[in-house]
């Protein structure tokens, strides 16, 4: 149980184009889901939260502009990279909490975006 | 944003041997949670811990809650190959609030 899904794996977009990653919760319905990204060697560095049907809170410094998300349903939230650059390179990770109000969140695989 | 203090920042361990590693916190929280990541992965949940004072295993791997809510260790006993990761620990409040990361501990296992 507790599986959550992101797609695409990796993907690599030319500058100034957009990419959108998905979020599933596979096996239970996260009413809350969060947006992560991880510098090589570094900890998690939260983004968002994403809460189902209600706009997303952003974390301090993180452009709610550039990345644009949406939780439109129990079990998908989608994280939109807006005229990516390189600096937008990274690795990008979801997790979603079950909806029966548990602390534990459970992680997607993530996703390796590199723009060139 | 507040990050846990986390130790060691990374350990070479000969296989077999026991590691331990933990968290502190200058505020409380109301659970501590222990992930694994393993390289180009995302975290996976070893533990979950809900009561100060709570002692928990999960087979090789066990975990503590602090008695005063503001720590929690991780042991990891007769480590192997597959233990080599990063382990997190993440601190939970109420609500809808995100869990709080530590930066992690790089472990290294030499066969």
């Known amino acids: 149980g507790a599986v959550v899904s992101q797609h695409p794996s990796r993907v690599i977009c030319k500058s100034g184009t957009s990419v959108k990653i998905e979020c599933r919760s596979l096996d239970f319905q996260a009413t809350t889901m969060f947006w992560y990204r991880q510098f090589p060697k570094q900890s998690l560095m939260l983004m968002a939260t994403?809460?189902?049907?209600?706009?997303?809170?952003?974390e301090q410094g993180v452009e709610k502009d550039k990345f644009l998300i949406n939780h439109a349903s129990l079990t998908l939230s989608t994280l939109t990279v807006t005229s990516a650059h390189p600096e937008d390179s990274s690795f990008y990770i979801c997790s979603a909490r079950d909806w029966r109000g548990s602390y534990e969140q459970y992680f997607g695989p993530g996703t390796r975006l590199t723009v060139t | 944003g507040q990050q846990l203090n986390q130790s060691p920042q990374s350990m070479f361990i000969q296989e077999g041997e026991d590691v331990s590693m933990n968290c502190t916190s200058s505020?409380?929280?109301?659970?501590w949670l222990w992930y694994k990541q393993d390289p180009g992965e995302g975290p996976v949940l070893l533990i979950a811990l809900y009561k100060a004072g709570e002692l928990t295993s999960n087979g090789r791997l066990t975990a503590q809650f602090g008695i005063t809510r503001k720590d929690s260790f991780l042991n990891i006993s007769a480590s192997i190959p597959s233990d080599v990761g990063i382990y997190f620990c993440?601190?939970?409040?109420?609500?809808?609030?995100?869990?709080?990361f530590g930066k992690g501990t790089r472990l290294s296992v030499i066969a």
């Open positions: 993440a601190g939970g409040r109420t609500g809808n609030t995100p869990l709080v």
């Open positions: 505020s409380i929280f109301n659970t």
């Open positions: 994403s809460n189902e049907g209600s706009k997303a809170t952003y």
